[in-house]
């Protein structure tokens, strides 16, 4: 098979056959295909677009390019979760303990954060002595022993994807919808799930910056799920501010521990709540979601979804007694108030300068060769709508040294607008696709 063939066929607008796709997938992970022959069917992809068939059948290759995870060892219908990328987006810290503690079994494989987002497993390793890197028979293990794990992905896990997406990055075609359709839910074919939860974000802190985009996004990947035989379901959650207010490693975790204890009720609870009791639905456990919100708050009530997180860190060798006591993670050596210049009503939070300014304080990372500080962050003390007075704290930084604080307190100022008027509050969770 010729591959400039499949490149002109595809610039001039025209569908790809699965054995062409299948031979791109191919030539992709065996390293057949030179990355300059890639990089110009990915930019044909993003510009001439792929359809649902064509995408299906790109994700189904791509998660077939390694080994699929095979579940079976663990009892029960496994549900998988999956967000598109957010600031201070911390509900796998919170749906995962509680859903295993309602009998789930939970075996989530996650990320690090790069760019203006933030990582699961980094916020797992602010804890002292977690690990994350775990074997699939050591995850089994965990799993039959305790209904939970989460742990970083497997190397062989969709590795046409690596590749595709390292060159996407460079190349000016992250953005494609099919693209990052195929990029999520070849993962999560791979990962062996029987059924999925997509939250698919909008607005200034995500990908999407629109609703009518991140529904397109979320209806792509739902076809490719049923099209894999998966039970999956989606949400569309809207991003315009960062979803808690506690942002950074260690924050977000005590941020999760305080939900799990009761103590909070925010944005961040009901996006954790719904996706959540949307999981016990697919997995069998609750017959509709608000019986599933129902149990979830019951386990927040009676204390059995913070127990499962302190069983969840012993387990893999962390410290449970930090959600007792918060400083045994250790505390940021400066910390700095960000003070509003204007008073009135927050009517904007850009989210994606306040994801930039916690990679300033070094609670993120630009580079994936980047080290954390895991006890930088941002505590956000408006959201919007709120009011706010002149000179009045909007929110307190943490960093290494004074510098950082500096330099990420100018970028939140110029992420916060006030004006005289209230502006119209946008709702949290924008839709269910189906």
């Known amino acids: 098979m010729n591959f400039t063939d499949i490149i002109i066929k595809k610039r001039d607008g025209l569908k790809l056959t699965e054995d062409e796709i299948a031979f791109f997938v191919k030539g992709t ?51 998988d979760k999956h967000s598109t990328g957010g600031v201070a987006d911390t509900t796998t810290l919170i749906l995962a303990p509680l859903a295993a503690s309602l009998g789930l079994p939970v075996i989530k494989m996650c990320g690090r954060g790069l760019g203006h987002t933030g990582g699961t497993l980094d916020k797992l390793e602010a804890i002292p002595g977690m690990r994350v ?66 939250d698919v974000k909008c607005g200034s802190g995500a990908f999407m910056k629109t609703p009518e985009d ?40 005590i941020e999760a521990a305080e939900i799990l204890k009761g103590n909070v009720d925010n944005d961040l609870k009901t996006v954790a709540l719904a996706l959540g009791s949307k999981m016990l639905v697919l997995g069998g456990i609750a017959e509709n979601s608000q019986k599933g919100l129902e149990m979830l708050h019951k386990n927040i009530a009676n204390g059995k979804g913070l127990e499962k997180f302190e069983e969840l860190i012993h387990l893999q060798g962390g410290n449970p007694d930090v959600l007792k006591d918060y400083s045994l993670m250790g505390r940021a050596a400066e910390s700095l108030e960000v003070k509003a210049d204007k008073g009135g009503y927050v009517s904007e939070i850009d989210t994606y300068k306040i994801g930039k300014a916690s990679v300033a304080l070094g ?22 709508g709120d009011t706010v007075e002149k000179g009045e704290a909007i929110a307190v930084v943490f960093a290494s040294d004074k510098n950082r604080c500096t330099a990420a307190a100018d970028i ?16 949290l969770i924008v839709c269910e696709p189906e």
């Not at 699939?136 to 305790?146: G, I, M, R, T």
């Open 214 to 253: 991140a529904e397109k996004l979320a209806k792509t990947m739902l076809a490719a799920g049923k099209k894999a035989g998966k039970k999956t379901a989606a949400f569309i959650t809207d991003v315009n501010q960062p979803l808690g207010n506690y942002i950074g490693n260690s924050l977000e975790v």
């Open 133 to 198: 890197e775990l074997t699939a028979e050591q995850a089994f293990k965990q799993v039959n022993q305790s209904g939970i794990v989460i742990m970083g992905q497997t190397e062989d896990l969709a590795p046409a994807d690596k590749v595709l997406y390292a060159l996407r990055d460079v190349t000016g075609t992250v953005e494609s919808i099919p693209l990052i359709a195929a990029s999520i839910m070849s993962k999560k074919l791979a990962a062996g799930a029987d059924a999925i939860v997509l």
């Open 363 to 384: 609670a993120g990372r630009l580079l994936k060769t980047d080290k954390i500080d895991y006890n930088a962050g941002i505590i956000m003390k408006k959201r919007l």
């Open 412 to 427: 939140i100022k110029n992420a916060v607008i006030a004006e005289s008027t209230p502006a119209n509050k946008k709702p």
């Open 29 to 79: 992970s065996q390293g057949t295909i030179p990355d300059y022959q890639i990089s110009a069917l990915l930019m044909a992809i993003c510009i001439k677009g792929l359809d649902d068939e064509e995408t299906a059948v790109l994700t189904y290759e791509m998660a077939h390019s390694g080994k699929i995870l095979d579940l079976s060892p663990i009892k029960g219908i496994k549900v």
